[in-house]
């Protein structure tokens, strides 16, 4: 089902969610409604709304990449190399070369860490 509104992909909540605003900072808008006679509060608003929809609904999350066809086609080639390494011997091989997360870029501690402490997506 399509929607309008924007999506992307929560690291956080694992899914596809619709994202919002961050929060107006209800004392800066008050502050500034009483001190400027409420031009600064109209300049508060119009850079409020200018801003992307980059929160998750759910958790809050920042998030990053608002690409939904390309977490699906994440999907589509992770199931696609799935199948032909059924059918393939592979061998892996670890090297001692610091790890990074795929998501984030944040540098992993050790090599057997299974979510990225920083973004929380599973490596």
Do not use: H
Request: hydrophobic share 30%; charged share 20%.
């Amino acid at each position: 089902m399509e929607t309008r509104n924007p999506t992307g992909y929560c690291p956080r909540c694992r899914q596809e969610v619709l994202l919002t605003r961050e929060e107006i900072n209800w004392g800066v808008a008050i502050l500034l409604l009483c001190f400027t006679g409420g031009i600064g509060l109209i300049i508060y608003l119009a850079i409020y709304y200018s801003k992307p929809q980059d929160r998750c609904i759910q958790c809050n999350t920042r998030i990053i990449s608002r690409a939904p066809q390309y977490s699906r086609n994440i999907n589509i080639y992770q199931n696609e190399a799935a199948i032909s390494n059924e059918n393939q011997n592979v061998e892996v091989i670890e090297n001692n070369s610091p790890k990074y997360c795929p998501f984030c870029g944040e540098q992993l501690q050790s090599s057997n860490v299974r979510f990225c402490p920083n973004c929380g997506t599973k490596v």
